[in-house]
């Protein structure tokens, strides 16, 4: 009998939040973290990152010390950590935060009962970026770090060495459906009973200006029109949307056997009802309604749930002037009628497209407003490009959502979709 | 002209970079950086950021075996001198 997934703690740091309760409260207010650095990022030459929602500077063993926790586990991550790429530091203090609110340190686990499962691909080109240049002008003095740092499995050393992690350990890919992937892989090992709980860790997405321009050059990024108004510039399922905002964040979740977890007494987020991913045999970016309908189908299904079993629905709308349409016609063909009861908001408007780590950062957000009865608000959403919807307005709503369903949807033809289930 | 008491310096600079939590006291000419817990990516970066502040370039290989920092120092210090 498979046995059912629980999540027992979690840490956020995105551009709204430096932790759990600080996302809490931004979700709650409905701030925007998304911000602009520099003039119209449309100058050819432009070398910066342009409008997005940026993780703020922070200094990490002040971050380490305010999350109260052991003086061995502080050493060991100041060890660790001290010389180890800003993303690293974050998919750290993340995965600390969790660790720390789960009472994993207490729990009676054996090292090797714990897997790691790091959900992000391609993660610093930013250090790959600078490194480069350094490689342009003086080779010689390339650093021997890099050797290790550059791999994404980088951050599986760092926080299995500061956790004393000995279960299974791995990175995966699935594009801006990472989050939801390392959500499905996490809970397939332990409903397999392969491991007793999963450290899942979506990394940020640490871009480099090639990335961003690359991105602009597909027409698929927004942040034009509304260049002198950042805070205007995300506007899911809105009429005036233009194109997607990158933002910064990294998200951690204890996923653990509701068995075990309810022996030890865990603290309780919420059940991972179910997992689904399929794909749409296509490898451009654009969505598919079929293949978006398919995964959110699969889920429920797997669930054991109907579409009038859903509360709310956090879409993956990212501001796409397509991708947005699409997933409302996928809505449409999975809920049919039962759309109008459910309440649906996108968490990219508050803090942008979190890229890999986008699925478990807005899983995360989830869970939060379930567990606390609020849903945060569309803050851009002015003119809903469907009236058969029941978005959440420009001010939080409290209401009691037992059952939530997640997207997220990668290029390449990635679909995906989580059940969350308080 | 870097003096061997100034590569020293640079020297145990950068291994309180590289190891935040080593006590600066312990870092002296007879204690090799593997005892004072530099493993062996730590020792190579320590040496590499070395070169660059001495802007000095050769193969690593080259220092063949050393012992402790002292022999680093003195490495160094015979390099700068024939520059």
Wanted: with cysteine; glycine share 8%.
């Amino acid at each position: 009998m498979p046995d059912r997934v629980i999540v027992t703690g979690m840490g956020v740091i995105n551009a709204i939040a430096e932790d759990v309760p600080s996302f809490s409260n931004a979700l709650q207010a409905g701030q925007c973290g998304i911000t602009s650095d520099g003039p119209s990022n449309d100058h050819p030459n432009y070398d910066g990152l342009g409008i997005c929602a940026r993780i703020p500077e922070f200094v990490f063993t002040e971050r380490l010390a305010k999350l109260n926790l052991s003086d061995d586990i502080v050493l060991r991550a100041r060890r660790a950590a001290a010389r180890q790429p800003r993303s690293v530091q974050v998919s750290l203090l993340t995965a600390l935060e969790a660790w720390n609110s789960a009472g994993m340190s207490a729990a009676n686990y054996s090292p090797d009962d714990i897997s790691i499962i790091l959900a992000g691909h391609n993660i610093s080109p930013a250090d790959q970026f600078s490194t480069f240049q350094k490689y342009q002008e003086q080779p010689e003095y390339i650093s021997a770090r890099y050797a290790l740092q550059f791999l994404d499995t980088n951050h599986i050393g760092v926080i299995s060495e500061v956790l004393g992690l000995q279960g299974e350990g791995f990175s995966l890919g699935a594009a801006s459906a990472s989050g939801n992937m390392g959500i499905l892989q996490a809970h397939r090992q332990i409903s397999l009973g392969v491991s007793k709980v999963c450290v899942l860790v979506a990394a940020m997405a640490d871009l480099s200006p090639v990335e961003v321009q690359a991105f602009r050059q597909t027409g698929a990024m927004g942040g034009k029109r509304f260049c002198d108004e950042p805070e205007q510039a995300c506007r899911p399922f809105d009429e005036d949307r233009e194109g997607f905002i990158y933002g910064q964040g990294a998200a951690c979740m204890i996923l653990e056997s509701a068995e075990l977890a309810s022996a030890r007494d865990a603290p309780h987020w919420g059940e991972i009802a179910a997992a689904a991913a399929c794909l749409d045999a296509n490898r451009l970016s654009d969505p598919s309604v079929e293949g978006e309908t398919r995964a959110m189908r699969k889920a429920l299904v797997q669930a054991g749930i109907n579409p009038s079993d859903v509360d709310y629905i956090n879409a993956h709308a990212t501001s796409s002037v397509l991708g947005d349409q699409v997933e409302i016609d996928a809505l449409g063909e999975t809920f049919g009628s039962e759309l109008s009861k459910i309440w649906i908001n996108a968490s990219k408007g508050l803090f942008g497209h979190c890229l890999y780590a986008s699925g478990l950062v807005e899983a995360a957000a989830s869970l939060i407003q379930m567990k606390e009865c609020f849903l945060h608000p569309n803050r851009n959403l002015n003119r809903p490009i469907s009236s058969s919807c029941q978005f959440v307005g420009h001010e939080s709503q409290e209401v009691l959502c037992k059952v939530a369903l997640s997207n997220a949807f990668g290029f390449g033809g990635i679909n995906t979709a989580v059940v969350l289930r308080r | 002209m870097s003096s061997k008491a100034e590569i020293f310096e640079i020297i145990k600079t950068n291994l309180l970079e590289l190891l935040p939590d080593l006590d600066p006291t312990k870092v002296v000419p007879e204690e090799s950086m593997k005892n004072l817990g530099a493993n062996s990516i730590d020792r190579a970066d320590v040496i590499i950021q070395t070169m660059e502040t001495l802007s000095l370039k050769f193969p690593l290989h080259e220092l063949g075996k050393l012992t402790n920092i002292q022999g680093l120092v003195d490495d160094f210090h015979a390099r700068c001198m024939s520059k």
